[in-house]
């Protein structure tokens, strides 16, 4: 299965991926996680990056294709990934097409996991408690989500024009929004 989670900041899309990798055994790739890893080790992307994350701007597309492009040319992506974070933009979509079908990996199902605006900016704010993340806080959050729906918005059409989205309510238990995602996926709920 080769999935494409959709989700506005806080939809909790790196959640629902984190379960659905102990359910399904898919492989996580986040490229949140991949940029803020990099930025920790303090290579030349993970600086650039992390300026760029800190204002809640996108990194550019040809540094992040070249990231994707990397991750998904490894070997343990045979059996399948969860993508999370990417694309974020239409160039980003049409980039992401290019790369799997010449890996002979075409995605098979995106899920645009649906929270409403007052409950995303509620579980951001839990976040930025909980884990500290810089991006998560002030006029960084209020531009992750203008950024959100002036680039990334349109993606869920692009998927939707392929016939591949599913949307999901984000809303409730995550073991609830976990059900919703497998059923989608034809996989089978949890043991009884
Ligand atoms: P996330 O953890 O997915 O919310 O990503 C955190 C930040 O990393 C975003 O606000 C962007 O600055 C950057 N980022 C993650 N994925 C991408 C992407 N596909 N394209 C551009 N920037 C990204």
Redesign the pocket.
């Given at each position: 299965m080769r999935i494409v989670l959709l989700g506005a900041?806080g939809s909790g899309k790196?959640t629902q991926a984190k379960l659905m990798v102990e359910r399904l055994g898919l492989l996580h790739i986040?490229?949140?996680?991949l940029?803020r890893n990099a930025a920790k080790r303090g290579t030349e992307l993970g600086l650039k990056a992390k300026s760029?994350?800190d204002r809640?701007?996108?990194?550019p597309d040809d540094i992040?294709s070249d990231m994707v492009e990397e991750r998904l040319g490894r070997e343990d992506v045979a059996d399948g990934f969860i993508l999370?974070?990417?694309?974020?933009n239409l160039a980003?979509a049409k980039s992401l097409d290019t790369m799997l079908e010449r890996l002979g990996k075409p995605a098979n199902q995106a899920i645009q996991i649906d929270v409403d605006l007052e409950q995303l900016i509620e579980r951001i704010a839990r976040r930025a408690k909980e884990q500290g993340r810089a991006?998560d806080s002030g006029e960084v959050v209020r531009n992750?989500m203008r950024v959100y729906h002036e680039q990334t918005a349109p993606v869920i059409d692009y998927y939707a024009n392929r016939g591949l989205l599913t949307h999901v309510l984000g809303d409730g238990r995550v073991e609830e929004v976990l059900e919703r995602i497998l059923s989608v996926l034809n996989v089978n709920h949890a043991p009884a």
């Open positions: 900041p790196g986040s490229t949140g996680v940029l760029i994350i809640g701007e996108l990194v992040m999370d974070g990417y694309p974020r980003q991006d992750r």
